[in-house]
């Protein structure tokens, strides 16, 4: 019977979702000049969060600047913030109810400069929101765990993955980095980055399941190495894919990290390719990430 494998806690350099693991003190983690960057990679909570605040504060400044203009806004009453607050809503969406509008000179710079600000605003907004929708994103499904086992007499590491959309990804390449923590002969610590030779490292159209195999002989990084020392020196597999989306024609990628505990000895993955009676391939993916 297949072994549906539990999910040890990890603590790893990439997290089984992809982002890294990492906590930066002493650098900044925003710049004034790399505010692109930093709209783009925010979640979306925080974006729309910081797009209402914005929205918000922007109105508030100049419905203070309205009253700060005593009675300059005809049919609102003067002094009034909730007046005035609700005028510059109006004047920076570009509604125009025409109940209320500009009586003075100093209330129609003030429309002005609004309009302007408002027009700039909802334009860079608007850009935003299309720059973060057209980011384009892998939907690649790996195994939970890797295994170690013979394939054609040579132990091998293995792993699987897979397309999870309906199209192709086009000029797949797989790279498989080795970390382990090492100490040199002077004594120093080191958290060493071996690559891999894979038996297969790219194909042309990726549009069904890739099982990624590393030959562990002597010229192996893993060459005679045991799950006890793998363990010992916290070592961690980190899987970069990278490929082009036929349906965007750009470019995709994706991570995912395997922890030593993840990886199992003298084990296999349980066979998910079918074919129907008329011959057309299934995929089962309910066992995907079982082990034999």
């Not at 203009?69 to 005028?87: H, K, L």
Request: glycine share 6%; aromatic share 12%; net charge positive.
């Amino acid at each position: 019977m297949p072994k549906k494998h539990r999910i040890p806690k990890r603590m790893s350099f990439v997290s089984r979702f992809g982002q890294f693991n990492v906590i930066r003190r002493g650098v900044s983690h925003f710049s004034g000049s790399d505010l692109y960057h930093f709209l783009v990679t925010l979640s979306w909570p925080r974006f729309f969060a910081l797009i209402t605040v914005s929205y918000v504060v922007a109105n508030t400044l100049f419905a203070l600047a309205y009253v700060a203009g005593g009675d300059c806004i005809e049919n609102a009453q003067p002094g009034s913030f909730r007046d005035t607050f609700f005028f510059s809503i109006q004047t920076m969406a570009t509604i125009g109810y025409g109940s209320m509008y500009p009586r003075t000179n100093y209330a129609h710079g003030l429309v002005a400069l609004e309009a302007l600000v408002g027009l700039l605003g909802f334009a860079m907004a608007t850009g935003m929101m299309f720059a973060r929708f057209s980011l384009p994103t892998a939907r690649v499904l790996f195994s939970r765990v890797a295994v170690i086992a013979p394939y054609d007499g040579v132990p091998t590491l293995m792993f699987r993955t897979a397309n999870q959309r309906n199209n192709f990804i086009l000029e797949a390449q797989v790279r498989v980095t080795l970390v382990r923590n090492e100490v040199t002969k002077e004594g120093h610590f080191m958290r060493r980055f071996y690559d891999l030779q894979l038996v297969r490292s790219e194909t042309p159209i990726f549009a069904l399941t890739w099982t990624v195999m590393h030959p562990i002989n002597e010229a192996s990084p893993l060459y005679k190495t045991t799950a006890e020392s793998l363990a010992e020196a916290e070592t961690e597999l980190v899987i970069t894919l990278t490929g082009i989306d036929e349906s965007v024609s750009q470019t995709i990628h994706t991570r995912h990290s395997f922890v030593s505990s993840e990886i199992l000895w003298n084990m296999r993955f349980v066979d998910i390719l079918s074919r129907t009676s008329n011959g057309q391939r299934i995929i089962d993916y309910s066992h995907f990430h079982d082990v034999l």
